[in-house]
Structure formats: structure tokens, C-alpha cells
């Protein structure tokens, strides 16, 4: 049987299973996650000219575009959402998979849970069985690619799962999804892209929920996809890429994070702050910063005098000096105001970075730095550290709820946080209704 109709197998037995309290619990974290990483993206460049050629050419339709005080039909509100979710960074991770699941599954299960009428229940399922394939898939691959290879694998799984697709439609779903996923050059046997630069394209995350859904609707008009494309040993890891399904509980494993950049900036970070605050360091009596990491981090492009708003999220050193200079909060969120600072650039240049064998020979299972900081003639030396939000110490409900406070705090008032947390506490105790009004209702500042 081919691994397509394997994974579809998967999807329709889990229609039939009870979904227990650990998984509706993580589901429901993701959820409020993904919504305080969407509420402090709205903001950003990339989801704003999203809205604009959504508006353009998608008009018509009611499902809502979040916090924008307009609607849209499934493409344009799965485009317009994931878009705002991925923008600054701050959607969940996942380890062994390599990219981020939540950005791209969790708004589409939104809109087709409210097409569907779904039960809070059902809609909490489908993103535990989105997360459960997405992750199955992008672990398997043998080579690295951005998350929109592997993440629509994820958005067909949760959506044939409100929609009752049958598992022949849904295995060909599947096929339609993973040819028409952006980023194809990756799914080769190619040579590696040079280092990853910011843009608001996100890894291809929300333009490849978008075709992953358009594929489920043509393959549930009879289009059909190439079944094989999975059974194939030189791109994936074949035994047992299927097997675990409804095992791994891939989303009781995912990371959160608790800055506005890219994953293998946070440690980085979060060791600087560390021992800045336990010398009393003077950020402008900094004369070098030296960071120890693995290679991972590495490829980032990492511009002392990065090119854009976004392309401050994939540079350490710039990352390095914002906070030196301004504190964690100057992450969190990332805002207009921090682009194309001198003083900032000035300390990024001071900034060298190196590879650690050590460090290095434990990535990808974990994402560990040390920081040297030279200072009015001294060197201080930070401990191997790895950043907030990892699954080994995860955030509370708590933590997550001050998470979306902070992040959002630019462009909500605190009377339409505390409706959007009310609501989000309402549907992990079983009502998502008030939670998919506040997503329709409150507008937030979009700059």
C-alpha cells in the first residue's frame, strides 16, 4: 500500500477514536500560541500586502480574516491567517521535524471547522492529526527543506478529517498537496540553498496551506495526484513513517517561543542577556561579542546590516545588538522601530560567530549556544544554553497567556486581550463559539 493511502488510513480510523484529555489539552495551547503569534503579526509587512492581494483578487466569502474587520472565502482567510501567524516568528517548532506545523495547520483548521459547523471536539481532533502527519512527514525526508514542503501534508490530513473525506480522495489529496507544495527545488537531491535570508515568504508555510487545501477540494472533485510520491527511499526514511501514526502525540512535543526571530537566534539571546545581567554590563563599553553555536544557525545569513524588517529575524548579531541595547522586550514583538538602526548595526558588527563541534554534534535534537562578551577590557563567558519554550520544560497556560499580552501589546488594548484570553479559555473548556466570534469581531491596529 502506498504511504499516501497509508496516511489516509490513519485519518479515517482517527474519526473513531476519543480524543484524550493530554491531546485536547495540547491542542488547545497550540491554539492560543498560534493566535498571540497572529495577533502580533497583523501588524507586519508581509501579512499586509497579503490582505491587499487577497482583497484584490479573492473577494467574497465569510469566513473571517483575524483582527482585520473583514472576510474573505477559504483560500484568501487560510492565505490572510497563516500569513499573520508566521510573520514574526513566533509560531511553534518542532524538533525532529525541522520547521514549524502550527502556522500552517492551525488556520485552516479554523476556517473549515467553521464551514464544517464542527464541534469544538472535532476541531481540536483535526489539529492533533494535522500536527501528527505534517511532523511524520517532514521527519522522515532525508535532506532539509523549508516547512511548506512537508507542512500541507498536515493541512489535507486535519482537513479531510472535519470534511469526511474518503481515504482513496483523501490518499490522492495528499499527492495533489506534496507535488503543488512551493519549494520543490529542495525536494531534490540537489546542492543546499546558500544561507537563509528573511522574507515575508515564511519557508513557503502559508501559500502551501493554501494549495494543500485546494488539493483536497480537487481530489474530492476526482483530480488525482502521483500515489507513489512518498515511496521513495532516497528522499525519505521509509520504515516507519507511517507505522506510529496516533503514537507519536507529535503535539504534546512541539517548542514555543518567546521571541520574535528565528529559532537559532534565541539562545544566542538568551545567553547574552544572561551574562549582561550578571556583570552589569554597559552595552557601549561592549568591544566584542563572540558566539559559539552549531551549524544550524550557521546558515542563517545573519547581516550585521540586515535588508528588511524580516530579514532582522534571520540575523544574530543584529538580533544580539537590538537586545544588548534595549532589553528582551525589543523581540517581543519585533517592531518597525527597530529597523535600520546605527547604533544597533554598530554593535552587530562586533558581533563574530563560529561553529562549535561540540555544540554542533548535538543539533539537531537540541539548539544550544555560549556567548563571550569582551567589555572594558574584561571577558565574560555565558554557560551553554539553550532557549525558553523547549517541549523538555514547557511553557504553562499561564506562560502562553502572558506570551500573547506581550506580544501583542502594540496593537491591542488590554480590554481586547483579555476578550480574546477569555475566549481562548473558553474553548479549551469545550466552547469555541466566543472564540471564532473575537476572531471576527476585534479589530486590532494594523499599522
Known sequence: MEIVRRLAAYVAEARDQPLSA???????????????AAAAGIAAPGPRAVRQVVDATMAGGDLPVWFAGRTSGLAGAIWCNASAAAALDLDDGHRIARGHPGAAVIPAVLAVAQQASATTEELLQAIVVGYEVGVSVGAARRFYANTGMWSGYGVVAALGFLRRTPPEQLAHAFAIAGIGAPNQLHAG????????????????????????????????????????????????????????????HYITRNYMKFLACCRHCHAPVEALLGVMTRNAIDPHHIEAIEVATYSGALRLANRPRPQSFTDIQFS?????????????????????????????????????????PELDARFPAETLSRVTVRAAGQSFVSPVTAPSGEASA??????????LR??????????????????????????????????????????
Open 22 to 36: 493530554d491531546l485536547r489539552e495540547a491542542a488547545s495551547r497550540a491554539v492560543l500560541d498560534l493566535v498571540a
Open 189 to 248: 537531491a540537489g546542492p543546499a540553498f546558500r544561507a537563509q535570508e528573511g522574507s515575508d515568504v515564511k519557508e513557503g508555510i502559508p501559500w502551501s496551506s493554501v494549495t494543500a487545501a485546494g488539493g483536497l477540494l480537487m481530489a474530492e472533485a476526482g483530480h488525482t495526484g502521483p500515489l507513489g510520491l512518498l515511496d521513495n527511499d532516497e528522499h525519505f526514511r521509509l520504515e516507519g513513517l507511517a507505522d506510529g501514526l496516533g503514537r507519536q
Open 316 to 356: 544574530i548579531p543584529y538580533c544580539l545588538g537590538l537586545v544588548a541595547l534595549d532589553g528582551i522586550e525589543a523581540l517581543m514583538p519585533l517592531a518597525d522601530s527597530a529597523v535600520d538602526r546605527l547604533d544597533v548595526i554598530a554593535l552587530a558588527e562586533k558581533v563574530a560567530l563560529r561553529l562549535d
Open 394 to 403: 514547557a511553557p504553562s497556560w499561564e506562560d502562553l497567556e502572558d506570551k
Open 406 to 447: 506581550r506580544a501583542s501589546r502594540i496593537v491591542a488594548t488590554p480590554a481586547q486581550q483579555e476578550r480574546l484570553l477569555d475566549a481562548l479559555r473558553r474553548l479549551r473548556a469545550g466552547d469555541h463559539m466566543p472564540f471564532f466570534a473575537a476572531l471576527a469581531e476585534i479589530r486590532l491596529g494594523q499599522g
